[in-house]
């Protein structure tokens, strides 16, 4: 790989020709249209938010360097950006007239308005360019090493790069497109932003069964993502057919998993729903987000439901009682053992060898209060199970 450094590129040549798509919020083109600023492999534009976009014109306006820039130089003879994507478009966004900044006196300014000798330092101000030509491999593999300024790429964002082509395409047009109506309902059971890839990343985890690097590798050149869609669409349509409620701890479960786990399971979204909400009120119930798998699961794991034990007060004085009576009665403070014929039938136990115990159990109704506490040995408590 050969790389060239370029230092007599100013801002004002790279704004020269600059497309910005304010549908789609991201810079296109520039440099007379030698250079596309967001190849499909890029990131969306993610710095207007009128903080990190302005920083980046402010520092111009400082005359501080916006660090180093990274292009590629393609077999056509033209540039893609590689990285310094959102800096480009922040100031090209700013050169054109799209985006203002407040002066000291809080007023917005626009590039045009600004003082002859503030804009000549913006527009004059000189890029440092690192042009990397080679193979594609070579190029997509020193991607993933360099560090890149301002938000670093995240896995799927360097996955896409990695994996660029007709399928990483259409994936975003339909996954990373935040103009989808159907982010909205998605965003009930998945968490992330469209932007930072997090739809995506999710579908293909689904699709993939959590192998989405040999996914993206193997569906590269496909000129369709049917199975893609098709998959994420079945994952979400059984969701809300099973779960009527939208409650907030649905939000990023495994659903893959699940859905794979459970989705030729019957169930009856009333009788559902009516469990969904008994459990949501239920304050034993420390985990709400272990709540659904809880129910499709048949009600038995009760540790998804992290149910909230005795305090220390209640147990030291269950264990007072029941050692008091036991020793009066000559026989084992564990109620078990006191039952039994073995040589721990007269044994008293010490507090740290025992552990509390529902005597109704929870999911039976059980509640988790000194009326409902017994102690018993460590042994008995294991083997009594169902808590
Ligand atoms: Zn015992």
Redesign the pocket.
């Known amino acids: 790989m050969k790389t060239t450094l370029l230092t007599d590129i100013s801002v004002e040549d790279i704004c020269k020709g600059f497309v910005y798509n304010e549908l789609e919020g991201k810079g296109l083109f520039g440099w007379g249209g030698k250079l596309t600023i967001q190849p499909e492999y890029q990131r969306n534009y993610i710095y207007a938010d009128g903080k990190k976009d302005v920083a980046v014109v402010r520092s111009l306006m400082s005359g501080y360097p916006l660090g180093l820039i990274y292009f590629v130089k393609t077999a056509d003879g033209r540039y893609e950006v590689l990285d310094g994507q959102q800096r480009i478009t922040s100031f090209g966004r700013f050169r054109t007239g799209k985006l203002a900044v407040k002066d000291a006196n809080g007023m917005e300014q626009y590039y045009d308005g600004l003082a002859d000798d503030l804009k000549s330092r913006i527009s004059d101000a000189k890029l440092t360019i690192y042009v990397c030509e080679g193979e594609e491999s070579e190029i997509k593999e020193w991607f993933k090493t360099i560090n890149i300024a301002g938000v670093p790429l995240n896995e799927q964002e360097l996955l896409n790069a990695i994996y660029s082509g007709t399928f990483v395409s259409a994936a975003k047009e339909e996954f990373s497109n935040s103009q989808n109506a159907n982010v909205q309902k998605w965003s009930a059971y998945i968490s992330g932003s469209v932007n930072r890839q997090d739809f995506l990343k999710t579908a293909l985890d689904w699709v993939s069964r959590g192998n989405i690097d040999g996914y993206m590798s193997k569906h590269r050149f496909d000129t369709d993502i049917n199975e893609l869609k098709t998959y994420f669409n079945s994952v979400i349509d059984w969701i809300s057919g099973v779960f009527s409620d939208v409650e907030s701890e649905m939000r990023g479960l495994e659903w893959g998993r699940l859905y794979e786990t459970y989705h030729k399971t019957p169930y009856d979204p009333v009788e559902v729903s009516n469990k969904v909400q008994a459990l949501m009120a239920d304050p034993f119930v420390k985990n709400k987000k272990g709540i659904f798998e809880y129910i499709l699961g048949g009600e038995q794991d009760t540790k998804l439901l992290d149910i909230r034990i005795f305090e220390e007060t209640t147990k030291r004085s269950v264990y007072t009682i029941q050692t008091k009576m036991a020793t009066e009665q000559g026989v084992?403070n564990?109620p078990?053992?006191a039952m039994g014929h073995e040589a721990?039938r007269t044994r008293i136990?010490k507090l740290a060898e025992m552990d509390a115990d529902h005597v109704s159990a929870w999911s039976k109704g059980g509640a988790t209060d000194i009326s409902n506490c017994q102690m018993?040995?460590k042994?008995?408590n294991r083997a009594k199970g169902n808590r």
């Open positions: 084992s564990c078990l053992c721990n136990w018993l040995c042994t008995h």
